[in-house]
Nanobody, 122 residues
């Protein structure tokens, strides 16, 4: 059974950095793609960034390009989201997601974490 567990959220000030982690267990890195989504209060869940596991190609949403970076540690079955220059509009619950067959940017991921809160104060 696949399980994704996020950690690393918290309360920071605008301009600060934060790193989220997503630990995968079960079938873990047999995924076709992994990535991050976020949902702010009153808004729909949106794609933040993702990685195609074969080849390591990454893609990011326009609001976070140049500020957020996804990386992986295959030895730990863990994916990271490094978030720099945080803004109040980055405040949201951040979810780790993965799929065994599809690119999560184009199709709803099959696997989801429970989410971790990120709050950026101005």
């Amino acid at each position: 059974q696949v399980q994704l567990v996020e950690s690393g959220g918290g309360l920071v000030q605008a301009g600060d950095s934060l790193r989220l982690s997503c630990a995968a267990s079960g079938r873990a890195f047999s995924f076709a793609s992994m990535g991050w989504f976020r949902q702010a209060p009153g808004k729909e869940r949106e794609f933040v960034g993702g990685v195609i596991m074969s080849g390591g190609i990454t893609s990011y949403a326009d609001p976070v390009k140049g500020r957020f970076t996804i990386s992986r540690d295959n030895t730990k079955n863990t994916m990271y989201l490094q978030m720099n220059s945080l803004k109040p509009e980055d405040t949201a619950v951040y979810y780790c997601a993965a799929d065994s067959n599809f690119w999560i940017k184009l199709a709803p991921p099959r696997y989801w974490g429970q989410g971790t809160q990120v709050t950026v104060s101005s």
